[in-house]
């Protein structure tokens, strides 16, 4: 074993595999942008938009955030069986990105109503919820 093959299998697998690398990043900046958007979205809810119903809004936000990934299951099992799974990855991260864009521009006009954090809540986790079964396919 020569200097440079040694060096190489002393570095960790996301450097030394582009492919993982560039799947694991993407992971890493959607799970992360996902849970930031939901723990902000609550706690603006618990903090300032809640009212009285704070806690009931707070859990049905975080209820229309688990939906997707339960009743979406089906046509998610049928998209993932389709389509390569690279594709489905940048293809929903994308989706997520611009929906959040979106949402963060509106926001910068004035407070979003309720049932409009309710919508981007449940547009990225259906984004999610077809992210996450292809992530261990994809590398």
Known sequence: MNAVESRARRLPLVLRNASFGRVWGGQLLTQAASRMFQVGAV???????????????????????????????????????????????????????????????LAQSGPLPTAAVYAVGLALAACQALFDPCLTTSA
């Open 43 to 105: 706690w603006w809810l618990v903090g300032y938009a809640g009212g009285g119903h704070r806690g009931l809004d707070s859990g049905l936000f975080l209820m229309v955030s688990a939906l997707p990934a339960v009743a979406l299951a089906p046509v998610v099992a049928r998209i993932v069986a389709r389509h390569a799974h690279r594709t489905v990855l940048a293809g929903t991260a994308a989706a997520a990105g611009a929906v959040a864009t979106v949402a963060a521009v």
